[in-house]
């Protein structure tokens, strides 16, 4: 697998007027889902952002969905299994990792579950806490 979207990629793809847009979109269009994917929990990530923006950017559960079925098209989707989910969350508890950030510390452990080699954010703060075979992947797109 080339690549991992993190969910602020994603987001950005769908909006035009966003300031990483072009650049999160022109990348976004490049991929197939043999090539790249994303965690089954950005999915919902995706909605919940573009369900509460604020003003003239929400959007209604039914465009999201189309939203959300545009992601399905191009990317694969990539889900931990119970076991992993508590492994990754006994990382977190080992290397302090707390509160929120606990959930890139998932999306990231779905990137490594789908073997890719770069994992595509504009969050790249977030995802220091993870180690650096983590840290190495990290682009902006």
């Known amino acids: 697998m080339n690549a991992f979207f993190d969910t602020s990629v994603l987001v950005a793809v769908f909006y035009g007027d966003h300031i990483h847009h072009e650049s999160s979109f022109n990348?976004?269009?490049q991929f197939d889902p043999a090539a790249a994917c994303?965690?089954?929990?950005?999915?919902?990530?995706v909605y919940a952002a573009l369900t509460r923006m604020p003003g003239r950017h929400r959007i209604a559960g039914e465009q999201a969905m189309l939203f959300l079925d545009s992601i399905r098209e191009r990317l694969?989707?990539?889900?931990?299994?119970?076991?992993?989910?508590v492994d990754a969350l006994?990382?977190?508890?080992s290397r302090g990792i707390v509160g929120g950030g606990v959930y890139d510390a998932l999306l990231a452990?779905?990137?490594l579950k789908a073997g890719a080699s770069s994992i595509y954010t504009w969050n790249t703060r977030h995802y220091a806490l993870c180690g650096p075979e983590i840290t190495q992947r990290l682009r902006t797109p």
């Open 90 to 93: 006994q990382t977190c508890a």
């Open 27 to 29: 990348l976004f269009v």
């Open 76 to 85: 694969a989707i990539v889900a931990l299994s119970g076991d992993e989910y």
């Open 109 to 111: 452990r779905c990137a």
């Open 38 to 45: 994303c965690a089954a929990h950005t999915l919902a990530e």
